[in-house]
């Protein structure tokens, strides 16, 4: 069962900021060493400082610079508990609009063999550790976790809808590339129960936030450990978490391509055959007019079968990659499920990263050794510019893709997926007080 409750969220007080856009960050595990100067140019309060502090002991830090925006006023706590309903209007690259809506609030936490709540994507130890640090130094959620669940009728998101319509929002944020979020406060009870009894059913998948929902469990369990028997209503036993119906068409999931280097370069003609051993291999050259229309025949024939855009460093061509047989990957893969094997990325990082140029998963983890890009333009020019070997063009993993593969218990590699836009960094707070009990419909 899913529990789910309200909170008193944590916001910059309008009074004190008042172009919140100055403020406001991408999520931390997006943003470069070069963006992070220049969001910490761009405001004394931007929340970079908090969500990616580059001072020299960062987790105090962090800590302190926290406390002092709240006993400054930057930072205001909402004296009651509420759920928030977020309307998110965003541009796709081609022009088209889209309007995403969902709502933060509290919801339990799981142990990740439970069912409820689950995962798509592996982890990573670095990054859980690092947020925990971060969790027991401030003991607070500076950033939600993006979770999808599954309501045809979308009743959560109108009976929402209706109860903000002819509403002002209380907090409105214009970004520089023209999205805008836009932000409510529920506090109506009987609404707030209706949600909760809706909600209680269904089950949760991860869209974003992996490692910042294991290091939230680790967190759980110091306090745990540390305070003796808990009656599972204390604040440290649940998570911050933003709410998005995965049968609305206006949850985008993107794909994520990869430039990679740090493998024992190959001879071209002993590449080539071990590429058509497996691939049927459509050629287009590398000229600005061959990229258009490697680009065009790539999303074209994603629409009817499985493929993988290819660029080789000094090859003067792109390469479309089709696998000429589904046994290919049974052999390589026997432990997935059907769902997982057929993936492009699951073909990408086992039959050509791994078999093809060995390298074997723990280089591909291995800091530095792959780069991750929405941006395929971008991942082309890197590749002639800088100093990666290879670009390899996916196109987007599909939301049953997903949903067939968590329900089998698997999890797709990392950087699988890609939902966008990612949520604002600054948005939303959730400071955890230990004896705060959280409200639900039972009392």
Same mark, same amino acid.
């Given at each position: ?253 993107? %794909?994520?391509?990869?430039? +990679? ?10 590449? *080539? !055959? $071990? #590429? @058509? ?82 390298? %074997?998963?723990?280089?591909? +983890? ?10 395929? *333009? !971008? $991942? #082309? @020019? ?62």
């Amino acid at each position: 069962m899913l529990r789910v409750a309200p909170f008193r969220g944590v916001f910059y007080n309008p009074k004190k900021i008042r172009d919140l856009a100055k403020v406001m960050a991408p999520p931390y595990d997006v943003i470069s060493k070069e963006e992070q100067e220049k969001l910490y140019k761009r405001s004394p309060y931007n929340f970079v400082r908090l969500d990616l502090s580059q001072e020299p002991d960062s987790y105090n830090a962090v800590a302190q610079t926290l406390n002092e925006w709240q006993t400054q006023g930057i930072l205001e706590r909402d004296g009651t508990a509420a759920i928030y309903f977020l309307a998110h209007r965003f541009t796709l690259t081609g022009g088209e609009q889209k309007l995403r809506h969902g709502f933060f609030a509290l919801t339990e936490l799981q142990d990740l063999s439970s069912g409820d709540i689950r995962p798509h994507e592996k982890t990573l130890d670095a990054p859980k550790e690092d947020r925990l640090k971060l969790m027991l130094a401030c003991h607070a959620q500076l950033s939600p976790i993006f979770a999808l669940y599954a309501q045809p009728k979308q009743t959560v998101n109108r009976r929402l809808e209706v109860a903000v319509e002819g509403l002002a929002p209380f907090l409105e944020v214009e970004q520089d590339n023209g999205d805008e979020c836009r932000l409510w406060r529920i506090t109506d009870r009987e609404l707030i129960e209706k949600v909760q009894r809706e909600m209680k059913d269904q089950s949760l998948l991860i869209a974003d936030g992996h490692h910042r929902y294991e290091a939230t469990l680790n967190y759980r369990n110091h306090m745990r450990s540390e305070r003796g028997p808990s009656n599972g209503r204390e604040s440290f036993n649940y998570i911050m978490t933003y709410f998005a119906n995965m049968n609305d068409d206006n949850v985008v999931i993107l %794909p994520t391509h990869r430039l +990679v280097r740090g493998y024992t370069h190959k001879p071209f003609m002993e590449l *080539e !055959a $071990a #590429l @058509q051993s497996s691939f049927y291999v459509e050629q287009h050259p590398k000229t600005s007019e061959g990229r258009a229309s490697f680009l065009k025949a790539l999303k074209t024939a994603a629409k009817k079968q499985r493929v993988i855009g290819a660029s080789f460093k000094r090859d003067p061509r792109y390469l479309i990659l089709r696998l000429k047989n589904k046994r290919i990957m049974q052999r390589l893969a026997k432990d997935l499920s059907a769902p997982l094997r057929e993936l492009d990325v699951s073909t990408l990082h086992l039959l050509i990263l791994e078999h093809i140029l060995g390298m %074997p998963p723990e280089q591909q +983890v291995s800091e530095g050794n792959i780069r991750y890009t929405q941006d395929e *333009e !971008a $991942a #082309l @020019q890197a590749l002639e510019k800088e100093d990666y070997q290879a670009a390899f063009i996916l196109n987007a993993t599909k939301k049953e893709e997903i949903l067939a593969i968590v329900s089998a218990g698997e999890k797709m590699p990392q950087k699988s997926t890609y939902f966008y836009p990612k949520l604002l960094s600054g948005l939303i707070v959730n400071k955890i007080d230990a004896d705060e009990q959280i409200e639900l419909p039972d009392g």
